[in-house]
């Protein structure tokens, strides 16, 4: 297949996933589409994960394997992008899969409405159970602001890389935080800021498939500490670009605040870094909501909002007892590790 006739890439990066990787290549090359690339990086793996990959490639000149030392999924994304010929780009998880008309649709679709990025919705896959992540609105089109505001609301619209397909060029000059988890947090924002129009459909046609051993599942004070600090850093470059975001930019950073006590509370034990990082977030966002405390605590239901001022307290010199914070989300045991932050 010549560069020319390449419409897109589909880059899945792989890693210890033999149990899994078979069916993501095979929802890939089922595609009803057909002038496109698959780009597998095997990150790695110690298990069969690359051999499988190997015999899919003698199957189907379409797909092309990456073997390559283990440095995480961003580094093997920033590969596949590197060896990408597609006009457009597109990336599934090695344990995930999508419907077949997925790539024609969206491509049809930022084609004909001249977008730079078409974003899917997704089925949450728990067990023999889809559920549909988002409301199906139909065919909606955004501008760079709009677009923006909805990543931080992080209720429509989710900054995950899968569901998406990009135009190649976005890429330049922008690339996946290696070493880093969360990883998406750190590159989806700045990918959707060089965009004029974004189209998302509510079509749901991947399948986001939630393991128990997923990062997402099983964080470590490192995880933590990754989200905290690519967080962070986009809330201080908004603050910096955008002052048509400031409270969906507040709004996030509280947010994370909720979900890295949360996170840390799971943890059998909590280093001094952390332990830092969760006390400057914490002052930090204690300045903003005495700033402006009625707009943050108005995206906040009221049992974030009791949660949220509870956090902002730890700060205080007062002695505390032991506390248990609850919403439906989240149960947050405030121990003696989190007091004495």
Known sequence: MNKEEIRFSVIIPAYNVEKYIGRAIQSVTNQTFENYEI????????????????????????????HKENEGLSAARNLGISKAKGQYIGFVDSDDWIDKHMYEHMHQI?????????????????????????ANKGIQEYNKLQILKEVLLDKNIQSYAWNKLYKRELFDGIQYPVGKKYEDIGTTFYLLEKCNKIVVTGEPEYYYFNRADSIVN????????????????????????????????????AKILLTAYADASRLENIGKQLKKELNQMNKKIKGIVQKDEKEIYSFFGKKQQKQLTELLKLNEKKTKKKKIITNPTITLSMDPQLESI
């Open 39 to 66: 780009l597998v990086v095997d990150d790695g793996s110690s298990d069969n994960c690359g051999k499988i990959c190997d015999r899919y490639a003698k199957l189907d000149s379409r797909i092309e394997v990456i």
């Open 110 to 134: 930022i084609t004909e409405k001249k977008a730079d990025v078409c974003i899917c919705n997704f089925y949450n896959v728990i067990g023999n159970e889809n559920t549909i992540k988002n």
């Open 218 to 253: 099983h964080n470590t004070e490192q995880t933590i500490l990754d989200y905290m600090e690519l967080v962070n850093n986009r809330y201080d470059y908004i603050e910096r670009r955008y002052k048509e975001l400031k409270k969906y930019n507040e709004y996030y950073l």
